[in-house]
Nanobody, 127 residues
Framework: EVQLVESGGGLVQAGGSLRLSCAAS????????IGWFRQAPGKEREGVSA????????YYADSVKGRFTISSDNATNTVYLHMNSLKPEDTGVYYC????????????????????WGQGTQVTVSS
């Protein structure tokens, strides 16, 4: 059974940093792509960043390019999202998701009814 557990969210002032973690288990990590998504109140869920362990590709939404960095630790089956220069508009619940045999770009665009999802972690950026 695929399990994804997010952690690392919290309250931070604008300009600050956070590191989110997505601990994955129950599947062959090397065969998957892992994505980070966020949902703000009253808004649709959006893809923020993704990494394909399969082909090494990486995807970032335009809104986070240059500020967020995604990385993976294949020894511990964990994907990190390093978030710098945070803005109030980065506020939302951040989810990680996994899907096999996808590029990072495709992973960043999966529908909510596709893939396996974690429970989410709240990120709040105050102005």
């Amino acid at each position: 059974e695929v399990q994804l557990v997010e952690s690392g969210g919290g309250l931070v002032q604008a300009g600050g940093s956070l590191r989110l973690s997505c601990a994955a288990s129950g599947f062959t990590f090397d065969d998957y792509a892992i994505g980070w998504f966020r949902q703000a109140p009253g808004k649709e869920r959006e893809g923020v960043s993704a990494i394909s362990i399969v082909d090494g590709s990486i995807y970032y939404a335009d809104s986070v390019k240059g500020r967020f960095t995604i990385s993976s630790d294949n020894a511990t089956n964990t994907v990190y999202l390093h978030m710098n220069s945070l803005k109030p508009e980065d506020t939302g619940v951040y989810y990680c998701a996994a899907e096999p045999f996808m590029t990072a770009r495709a992973m960043g665009r999966i529908r909510e009814d596709a893939g396996s999802w974690g429970q989410g972690t709240q990120v709040t950026v105050s102005s």
